[in-house]
């Protein structure tokens, strides 16, 4: 997956993604990297970066691997986000880097709906950490995927 690529297509599809910073640096389908850098835009008024923008960016880490995984697939597959969690460790200040490295786990689920054509259910996690390598915040996203008919 290109991400110059992918973070054009982040400015048409997720431009509250785009516009607060949120970047894809890293997809090779067993793991991916996004990043977003401390600032004006995406601050909270206690002096870090807002939890919603995290997200965007720990979803984001998520997500590339989900759609990494469907195009190798070949076949129509819908993916929803139905639950989330996360916990914050420290304030999110300078640059945070979001990885994934759930691919594996990510292809079985799709390869079971392809199969079967129904619905499966996999859990993702995303963990931030600051230019220091200070694990920042920690996202769960449930992800459902179900092949289309």
Known sequence: MNPQ????????????????????????GDQAY????YRWVNQNPFGSMFWAVQGMAAELATGALVMFH????GT?????????????????????TFS???GAQIKEAMEQTVKTGQGVLVWTKAVG?????????????EWTLKRKS
């Open 5 to 28: 690529l992918f973070n054009r297509y982040l400015f048409f599809k997720l431009p509250a993604a785009w516009w607060t910073g949120v970047r894809l640096t890293q997809c090779d």
């Open 34 to 37: 996004t990043r977003v850098r």
């Open 70 to 73: 469907l195009s190798k697939s």
């Open 76 to 96: 129509p597959v819908s993916m929803l986000v139905a639950q989330n969690k996360a916990v914050f460790h420290k304030k999110a200040k300078g640059v945070i």
């Open 100 to 102: 994934c490295a759930d």
């Open 129 to 141: 950490t600051d230019d220091r390598g200070v694990i920042v915040a920690e996202f769960h996203f």
